[in-house]
C-alpha cells in the first residue's frame, strides 16, 4: 500500500523551529520530485518547497525563503523540511506530495503561537 506519512509538527512559539518528515512506504521516493504545501484554516493550499529526485534542485515559496529547508534522503526513503523562525502565519496543516504520481500525505498541523 503506498502512503506517505508526515511527523513532526507541533506547537512552537514565534521563532522557534520544527522539522518535518515525510516518510514513503509501498513506493520509492527516489524517482520523484517531492512537494511540501500546506493548508492554513480558510485559505486554499499553497506549495511551500520542492526538491528534485537529485535533491540538486530545490524551490521555496517567497513567505519562506531563507528561513525553510528542504532535504531529501533516499536511503531512508524519507524527505525532510526544516523550519527555522517560525512566524504565526506559519500555522497551517503541511502536507507532503509526490504530485507526478498523485501521492499525499494526511498532513501534519503546525502551529506557531505564544
Known amino acids: 500500500q503506498v502512503q506517505l506519512l508526515e511527523s513532526g509538527g507541533g506547537l512552537v512559539q514565534p521563532g522557534g523551529s520544527l522539522r518535518l518528515s515525510c516518510a514513503a512506504s509501498g513506493f520509492t521516493l527516489d524517482y520523484y520530485t517531492i512537494g511540501w504545501f500546506r493548508q492554513a484554516p480558510g485559505k486554499e493550499r499553497e506549495g511551500v518547497s520542492c526538491?528534485?529526485?537529485?535533491?540538486?534542485?530545490?524551490n521555496y515559496a517567497d513567505s519562506v525563503k531563507g528561513r525553510f529547508t528542504i532535504s531529501r534522503d533516499n536511503a531512508k526513503n524519507t524527505v525532510y523540511l526544516q523550519m527555522n523562525s517560525l512566524k504565526p502565519e506559519d500555522t497551517a496543516v503541511y502536507y507532503c506530495?509526490?504530485?507526478?504520481?498523485?501521492?499525499w500525505g494526511q498532513g501534519t498541523q503546525v502551529t506557531v503561537s505564544s
Open positions: 526538491i528534485s529526485v537529485s535533491g540538486g534542485s530545490t
Open positions: 506530495a509526490a504530485p507526478s504520481r498523485g501521492y
